[in-house]
């Protein structure tokens, strides 16, 4: 439950933004090290922190793992249009993706594409099966078109939020 004493996103202060910054680096950042980056005492970092947390505002805590230490080494784009975009076709989808561990992220857009997947795989051939089973013998899917990604990584390329 979100608390209603929470500061609303577009109300973050600087040192908020910065606080925010340092855990998109490191969320492992010791409350100390935070304090003295961003002149707040440890205290007020954690209650910020917790604050911005019973807000939504940071909604979990993650470790980005090298795909290439657990075999998960090929990253696939892939542009799937759904037969329509009708309700229960877009939830089955969704269902299906979700489900699906090599499906790292989902994206429900709108234009040509229903959705934009980022799926790790090992190999080619395993995303041969993959895409077999998710999109071209799958009734909800009108047509896909893959990607493959070259070799820089999310955690290669971290993107800013704040």
């Known amino acids: 439950m979100r608390s209603t004493t929470a500061r609303p996103p577009d109300q973050l202060d600087d040192q908020d933004r910065a606080i925010l910054r340092i855990l998109q680096h490191d969320n492992k950042t010791s409350q100390r090290v935070i304090g003295e980056a961003v002149n707040l005492s440890a205290p007020a970092v954690q209650r910020r ?5 019973a807000a939504g505002i940071i909604r979990r805590n993650v470790a980005v793992v090298d795909p290439v230490s657990v075999g998960q080494g090929v990253t696939v784009v892939v542009e799937v249009q759904t037969v329509n975009d009708r309700s229960p076709v877009i939830a089955a989808a969704k269902r299906l993706f979700r489900e699906a561990p090599e499906v790292q992220q989902c ?9 934009i ?18 999109f071209a013998d799958n009734e909800l899917v009108q047509a896909f078109q893959t990607l493959v990604a070259a070799a820089a990584h999310a955690a290669d390329v971290a993107r800013k939020m704040v």
């Not at 922190?49 to 947390?53: F, G, K, V």
């Not at 795989?121 to 895409?131: F, G, N, T």
């Open 117 to 134: 997947l980022i799926l790790l795989v090992p190999d080619m051939a395993s995303y041969e099966v993959l895409s077999r089973r998710l």
């Open 49 to 53: 922190i917790a604050r911005m947390e």
């Open 107 to 115: 994206y429900l857009v709108t234009g040509r594409a229903s959705f």
